[in-house]
């Protein structure tokens, strides 16, 4: 497993970087539609954990208001429609919001395929994934939980998912994950604003 997370963490910081130059037009103009259409700063930063429980910070383009609660899952919220932007709706959906995680990758803090990376007060299911041995490896964008229900499975089912992610990492692995990404992204499978207990993104 450890020669192919080394070729993996080669290939991330390639392909972050490829796409961050290519998209750097689209990554504008997402920047200037968030300025434009609502007060605040174009990105959001929040605290995670990584690798090994050590904490850093997502780069996210902002969705929500600024008046929006910090450090909370939107499961939480009484109305958590009612805190998501005009061009923040459109972003979530599509899963542009996440654009800015290439910047995370480049500093070798997240991987473009992993477990998706908890709040670092989500003790419950940074516990789970202690369990099966999920917070040794680099949270990613996407990951084998998003592609099997995304907002819509229950912790320790996450967990589950996440261990079996684990247990059988490959190239051949990472690929079937990239695909299904690109099949939940355009159907939106699986989202859902203040869904269950295990929202965290």
């Known amino acids: 497993m450890k ?3 080394t070729f993996k963490t080669i290939l991330d910081f390639i392909f972050a970087l490829g796409m961050t130059l290519a ?3 689209l990554l504008l103009i997402l920047a200037l539609l968030i300025k434009l259409t609502s007060p605040g ?3 959001f930063k929040q605290r995670r954990i990584g690798k090994d429980k050590k ?3 997502i780069y996210k383009f902002r ?3 600024t008046d929006t609660p910090k450090d909370m899952p939107t499961h939480l919220f009484t109305d958590a429609e009612s805190y998501i932007t005009s061009v923040g709706k459109f972003l979530r959906k599509s899963s542009l919001d996440e654009l800015p995680q290439l910047l995370n990758i480049l500093k070798g803090e997240m991987s473009f395929i992993g477990p998706r990376p908890a709040l670092w007060n ?3 299911l940074i516990e789970a994934r202690d369990n099966v041995n999920a917070n040794s490896l680099r949270p990613g964008i996407t990951g084998w939980a998003q592609i099997n229900g995304r907002d819509e499975i229950p912790i320790d089912l996450k ?3 996440d261990g079996y992610y684990v247990e059988n990492i490959s190239f051949g692995l990472d690929f079937k994950i990239l695909l299904g990404t690109f099949t939940t992204v355009l ?3 699986g989202v859902s604003e203040g869904g269950p207990k295990n929202k965290e993104d």
């Open 23 to 25: 998209l750097s037009p």
């Open 3 to 5: 020669p192919y997370i």
């Open 63 to 65: 969705t929500m208001r």
């Open 187 to 189: 159907t939106a499978k």
């Open 122 to 124: 989500q003790f419950d």
């Open 41 to 43: 700063p174009v990105f």
């Open 159 to 161: 967990a589950s998912y």
């Open 55 to 57: 904490e850093f910070e």
